[in-house]
């Protein structure tokens, strides 16, 4: 067993003589939000998207939540794309949850690391660099549902993402 006195990256900036500043997205940034409902029709097809809200390249994303009524049948992927204005292509289809079921009503659940690719290291990371990108496209992605199982009854989907610039 080993004592441990370890210090954040934020706390040994602050020590620092003289202190360093720490980037705003980790220590002291506004949280801002956006959310979006959606409702697929009832004949969804496989590889059918779902773009739900816009998140600035540059932002470090702190949650992503997801629910939906019951569908029947219904899974979704729910991933990352360059946004329409940037030609709409997917970066990650599932970075953050995979296959989501939504045969039953889904309550409100956090699925920021369902799939496990945003790992916590990442969670400190602008969302360019989280993707494995070499530079800051400097715009924006689109959170994005991908069906992965046909919807046979609609309903309405929504998708909240909280982050900080």
Known sequence: ???????????????????????????GGALRADAAVITPSDSASVSSTFRMVSVPSN?????VIFAAGAMTAG??????YKSTRDGGAVVDADFF????????????TDVTNESTEYSVTEQTQ??????????????EYDITLTCTTQVTTGAAAVLKAEYVV
Not at 1 to 27: G, H, Y
Request: with cysteine; hydrophobic share 45%; net charge negative.
């Open 97 to 108: 949850a995979s296959a989501v079921n939504c045969s039953a009503a889904v309550a409100l």
């Open 1 to 27: 067993m080993a004592l441990e006195n370890l210090k954040s990256t934020q706390i040994t900036n602050r020590d620092a003589v003289p202190p360093v500043l720490n980037n705003a997205t980790t220590d």
């Open 75 to 80: 899974a979704f992927d729910i991933g990352v």
């Open 59 to 63: 932002a470090r994303v702190h949650r």
């Open 126 to 139: 602008p969302l360019w660099q989280a993707l494995g990108q070499t530079e800051d496209p400097k715009s």
